[in-house]
């Protein structure tokens, strides 16, 4: 019998829904006079600036995901500052008329930008141990309190490693301030995506982030200092999560903290004073209640097996990993007309499947939950027409049970889980059930994320965060692989929820498209400026 929570949970997936004829909850127009400031900053702290990078860390394409077998750079403050310029950091300004915008390293629906990020070092050169937060305008780590060299010592005995934490929080108000109740989606999309560029910007410094899937979501509440006073009304910071950052190596490290230790970092006296974000807010009630509802409690510690599949395609790009991740962007619109070749649609796939020693899906997340649905418009010697590429075997059968009973399931490749499923063109329905987006239709191939949905909610409720989560960090991954091959792509939360069910058959919710992305050869826009992502901090 499902539990009234997970009901509940439910009941907010069903009413964030976006049909045909009716969006989910939303104010329906921009109130510019409370538009949220997307910077958190506390002030009455010690403010440490961080140097921005002169070069960038000279690794290749494929040590994106690949561990390099380099050796682990030292944790300095120059290397750290580094690792948070490219997963956090800002990556350009840009300009139209009178108004200007950042851009992140990580995407954002919206670009309203919901996460925030922590640190929680060991006295580390001229800056003191303790738990900052990353004000990512300024490149600097505000002081939340300190934390003791005792104190430090006992977390590395425990990892038995040396390293520091990184968490990251949302800012529920800052996405439901356009979009309303299905921000809490869009939150976890957003949480999902940092994750992924934490993981993979760790792996060019020769670190490896590891998701402590031990901890509570009041542990890391207390631990980040997201529990002091002084937040505005609804401008409170949901926990998200905790991670290790430590030399990559073989050995296994520990998901959790004890007990003991979690309690004295709680303890710390915290300062600083969150800044206001927005005059006045909307209380979207059913976000916060759902946010309840999926509050992970501490749970034993998990370690995922995703094997070791080999890489299917041996593909290479022009750009460095640092030059893919900076000049990472949403396209805007495509080139009808653009395509991509077999071999770069086939490696694109192949790095969205999680392997053991393979960044971001070896942060340990959960069991690889999410498939795709393709629709393939324009790739060269590929037939255009609806694919399912699956991540994992173990939901095939499932997937092709409850599927229209007409799809052929036809393997494009030996030994790759790509199949064809119907020729013709989708373009028209792509962009449809992607609430009409051009971007859907025009690219080279589309595609939405299908996730066994219903047995993982009602088993752990908490997964429906992690759900989105997981949909992110793929979202994250097909990001760098459209940059490193030449061409872009798009995140797409906008999307007609149950016409993505209705074209593979679906008729339950064992399985549900969580997230849609799209990639082709972007047509620029030529009345935007570009600026430098620091050009405000000259002379740093
Ligand atoms: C979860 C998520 C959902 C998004 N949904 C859409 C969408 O439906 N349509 C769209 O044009 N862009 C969408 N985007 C792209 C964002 O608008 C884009 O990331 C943001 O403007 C920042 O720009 P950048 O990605 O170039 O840094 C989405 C991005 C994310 C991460």
Redesign the pocket.
């Known amino acids: 019998m499902p539990s009234q929570k997970n009901i509940e949970i439910i009941h907010y997936h069903e009413e964030t829904k976006h049909h045909f004829d009716r969006y989910a909850k939303s104010p329906g127009y921009m109130d510019w006079e409370n538009q949220p400031d997307p910077f958190r900053s506390y002030e009455n702290t010690t403010v440490f600036p961080l140097p921005l990078l002169k070069e960038d860390p000279s690794v290749g394409y494929q040590n994106l995901y690949r561990r390099s077998g380099k050796s682990s750079q030292p944790f300095t403050i120059k290397n750290i500052a580094g690792f948070l310029e490219l997963s956090l950091g800002l ?2 300004w840009k300009a139209a008329g009178t108004s200007r915008w950042s ?2 390293m ?6 309203l930008h919901p996460s925030e990020g922590y640190l929680i070092i060991s006295q580390t050169e001229s800056i003191a141990g303790g738990v900052y937060h990353y004000n990512a305008m300024m490149h600097s780590l505000e002081l939340r309190a300190g934390v003791s060299s005792a104190l430090w010592h006992h977390i590395t005995s425990h990892f038995e490693t040396e390293g520091f934490l990184i968490g990251l929080s949302s800012i529920f108000w800052r996405e439901s301030w356009k979009y309303g109740e299905r921000a809490f989606r ?1 939150c976890n ?2 949480a999902g ?1 940092a994750l992924a560029a934490l993981s993979i910007a760790a792996n060019l410094f020769g670190w490896k982030v590891t998701y402590l899937n031990g901890f509570s979501d009041e542990a890391i509440e207390g631990v980040l200092g997201l529990n002091q006073e002084g937040y505005h009304p609804l401008e409170k910071e949901h926990p998200d999560l905790l991670c290790l950052v430590y030399p990559h190596q073989e050995k296994t490290i520990s998901r959790s903290l004890p007990n003991e230790i979690i309690s004295a970092l709680i303890d710390l006296p915290f300062s600083g004073n969150p800044n206001q974000l927005s005059p006045q807010k909307i209380d979207w009630e059913i976000i916060y209640k759902t946010a309840d509802l999926t509050r992970k409690a501490m749970t034993a510690e998990h370690i995922f097996n995703y094997g070791n599949r080999s890489w299917f395609t041996k593909s290479t790009s022009q750009f460095s990993a640092p030059e893919i991740i900076r000049k ?3 396209a ?1 619109s495509f080139d009808s007309n653009g395509s991509v070749t077999r071999a770069q649609f086939l490696s694109m796939l192949d790095k969205t499947i999680p392997r053991n020693t393979c960044c971001p899906f070896d942060a340990g997340l959960m069991h690889p939950s999410t498939h795709l649905i393709l629709f393939v418009h324009n790739v060269e010697d590929i037939s255009p027409g609806l694919y399912f590429f699956f991540r994992n075997d173990n939901d095939i059968n499932a997937i092709k049970q409850i599927s229209k009973p007409d799809f052929m399931w036809e393997q494009v490749e030996e030994n790759f889980p790509l199949f064809f499923l119907k020729a013709g063109n989708f373009r028209q329905d792509a962009m449809m059930v ?2 009409h ?1 051009e ?1 859907a239709g025009f690219s080279a191939f589309s595609l939405g994320m299908i996730s066994k949905f219903r047995d993982v909610v009602k088993k752990e409720p908490f997964r429906y965060r992690h759900l989105f989560w997981e949909t ?1 960090m793929i ?1 994250q991954v097909l ?1 760098l692989e459209a940059e490193a091959h030449g061409v872009r792509g ?6 007609f929820d149950d016409d993505v069910h209705d074209i593979m058959g679906f008729k339950d919710n064992q399985y549900q498209s969580l ?2 992305f799209t990639i082709g050869v972007p047509v620029e826009d030529p009345r935007l400026t570009t600026y430098p992502p620091y050009f405000h901090l000259k002379g740093r």
Do not use: E, V, W
């Not at 798009?490 to 999307?495: E, V």
């Open positions: 990556s350009a851009l992140r990580n995407p954002s629906s919206g670009n869009y999309h957003d995506h990472r962007r949403s805007t992607s609430c987006q971007i992110g979202g990001y798009t995140g797409i939360g906008c999307f997230y849609h």
